[in-house]
């Protein structure tokens, strides 16, 4: 296989602050040599006097991030090796930031999760790992994360201890049943700083039999679900007009084709309307085409003029989607502002923007006990919680799970317009029950 050919990987870096994040990616793209002769010469100099190359510093891109020592922004990075090309998505590991954490995990074909061996507390029966450990391993499963390397790290500062590293690895397996994590997850023996198990095995962890981590990220499978092959769901983003005289005026509905196939002669549906038009030609961003599939972008004309405007979606005529107006759904919670069912917001799904009234806050997830709170009446800064709401307008969405193009959708606080919430839609209003 070759970089060519090989499907591209979308990985995040997940984990506690000071847990050895950015350290990572910068060892990695430095042993792997993928990095620009400037760089490699600053680390090379660094090397040479005896000092610990700064890894950290490739990827903390902001003024304020070398600063204060933290990841704050999603800093991305592109690098290929013969057999496959990457985007590494590095994310900050404080609580203050976990919204920036979603928005890097919400494309990740992976997840490397770090746990800082050090900062692991023995004390009992059982190891405890640290909050945000479980904060962002839930985050990852609401996600639908298909691939989570657990990569346990700075185990050069307590010798290699292999059952340290053991009973680390069970606690994370307990926590996984725990929330009912779906991922394939894969255990990885590190040292960041020390290059040990990144690119090449390392001679100080004979007991781990796996490959490191740069084999693994390369052997990954990409599962990401076949749009494709799911029935047509295009939202309209925009109504394209040239005026002229009743024969040659153009009106194309534009935007983005997020499940499915289309090919000239189509029936479809308008939703919510329910009208039903043909199509009568399909124009890619190359001019005109017979056909196109899930991702591209499009402008579609019909075979009769309808009513049709920004947040209506054209869908295959036998597509399932029922628009409705009340759904249960997940919420991670982004603002300074709790979440207050009497407060105005906004839902913004696909290219639609309606009211949206948070009618039940069923439970809020406690990330340090893995229990659900029943009586919260509040989502705070950073929860993870499950809701019921009702739209003003009716939406043409699926489950996140069916497919996270058209199950997604961000909450916007109308007085401040900040961007309050990411939410996915678990179930319609008719489910009985929905989980983590």
């Known amino acids: 296989m070759t970089t060519a050919t090989a499907p591209l990987l979308r990985f995040i870096t997940a984990g506690s602050v000071d847990d050895g994040k950015s350290t990572l990616i910068g060892r990695l793209l430095y042993d792997s040599k993928t990095l620009l002769t400037d760089q490699l010469d600053k680390l090379d100099q660094a090397a040479a006097k005896g000092e610990t190359p700064d890894f ?43 919204r920036n954490m979603v928005t890097g995990a919400s494309t990740a074909d992976a997840a490397i999760v770090l746990v800082d061996a050090t900062r692991v507390d023995f004390s009992g ?6 909050p945000q450990t479980k904060r962002h391993s839930a985050i990852l499963k609401l996600l639908g994360c298909p691939n989570i390397i657990v990569a346990v790290n700075k185990l050069d500062l307590i010798d290699f201890d292999e059952a340290k590293y053991q009973a680390i690895t069970e606690a994370y397996t307990a926590l996984a049943q725990q929330i009912g994590l779906k991922a394939a997850v894969h255990f990885l023996p590190i040292s960041a700083l020390q290059g040990d198990n990144i690119v090449n095995a390392s001679a100080r962890t004979t007991w781990y039999t796996g490959l490191p981590l740069l084999p693994l990220l390369e052997s990954l499978p990409v599962s990401r679900n076949d749009a494709a092959a799911l029935p047509a769901h295009f939202p309209v983003q925009r109504v394209a007009r040239q005026d002229g005289s009743s024969s040659d005026d153009f009106r194309g509905y534009q935007g983005r084709l997020e499940a499915g196939r289309l090919k000239t002669g189509d029936e479809i549906k308008v ?21 196109a599939e899930a991702g591209e ?18 869908a ?9 107006q009340e759904y249960q759904a997940a919420l991670c919670w982004f603002d300074d502002i709790p979440l207050n069912p009497r407060r105005k917001y906004l839902l913004k799904h696909t290219a639609q923007t309606t009211a949206v009234k948070i009618s039940e806050i069923a439970y809020v997830w406690d990330v340090n006990t893995l229990s659900q709170v029943q009586s919260a009446s509040e989502l705070k800064l950073n929860d993870i919680g499950h809701v019921s709401l009702k739209t003003q307008q ?21 007085a401040t317009n900040h961007t309050v919430a990411a939410g996915m839609i678990r179930a319609g209003s008719q489910a009985d029950s929905f989980e983590i």
Request: glycine content about 8%.
């Open 316 to 324: 295959a005529a036998d597509s399932p989607v029922a628009p409705a």
């Open 394 to 414: 009716p939406l043409a969405a699926t489950t996140y799970g069916e497919n996270p193009a058209t199950g997604a959708f961000i909450l916007i606080d109308e």
């Open 56 to 98: 950290a510093s490739l990827t903390d891109g902001l003024a304020a991030e070398r600063e204060q020592g933290i990841t704050i922004d999603v800093a991305y990075r592109y690098f290929a090796t013969p057999k496959r090309k990457f985007i590494i998505a590095d994310t900050p590991g404080h609580e203050q930031y976990t």
């Open 125 to 130: 029966d059982t190891p405890v790992l640290l």
């Open 271 to 291: 939703l919510p309307g329910g009208q039903t038009a043909k199509i009568a030609a399909i124009h890619n961003p190359n001019g005109k085409t017979d056909a």
């Open 297 to 314: 972008v499009l402008t579609i004309t019909l075979d009769t003029d309808l009513d049709i405007s920004r947040g209506n979606t054209l």
